[in-house]
């Protein structure tokens, strides 16, 4: 990765950028490869409708059952993010589920 200044570098590994892969497509690109490409046109834009389409900004959390969540992402060839847990870990000792967060017993949930 010497083509790149270390804090370049840097800032990329903190963001979960792909440095090397990120570097194979620009070079790739340069030397012509996407030119018989042609551009994608977005035919419009669909309403954010909370189900299909879901607003998400840096406060955002979407809830699943744990299971789901693991099928989803292995079906991506991926795993649990660093930052799931089981719904209710952050709340204080003692402290109750928020309504609507019952579950039957063995149907963990997992927070994204």
Same mark, same amino acid.
């Given at each position: ?8 570098? @840097? ?5 979960? !950028?792909? #440095?090397?892969?990120?570097?194979? !497509? ?10 018989? /490409? $042609? ?8 309403? !954010? +409708?909370?189900?299909?389409? /879901? ?7 979407? =809830? ?12 991506? $060839? ?5 930052? @799931?847990?089981?719904?209710?870990? +952050?709340?204080?000792? $003692?402290?109750? =589920?928020? #309504? ?5 017993? $063995?149907?963990? =949930?997992?927070? /994204?």
């Amino acid at each position: 990765m010497d083509r790149l200044p270390p804090a370049l570098l @840097a800032d990329m590994e903190s963001k979960g !950028i792909d #440095a090397a892969l990120t570097l194979s !497509i620009l070079d790739d690109y340069n030397e012509g490869l996407y030119d018989s /490409v $042609g551009s994608v046109k977005a035919a419009g834009v669909p309403a !954010i +409708d909370g189900s299909s389409v /879901v607003a998400m900004g840096p406060d955002a959390v979407y =809830r699943l059952p744990a299971h789901e969540a693991r099928e989803r992402l292995e079906a991506l $060839g991926l795993g649990l993010p660093g930052s @799931a847990r089981p719904a209710g870990e +952050d709340r204080p000792a $003692g402290e109750g =589920r928020p #309504a609507g967060e019952d579950r039957p017993a $063995g149907e963990g =949930r997992t927070s /994204v």
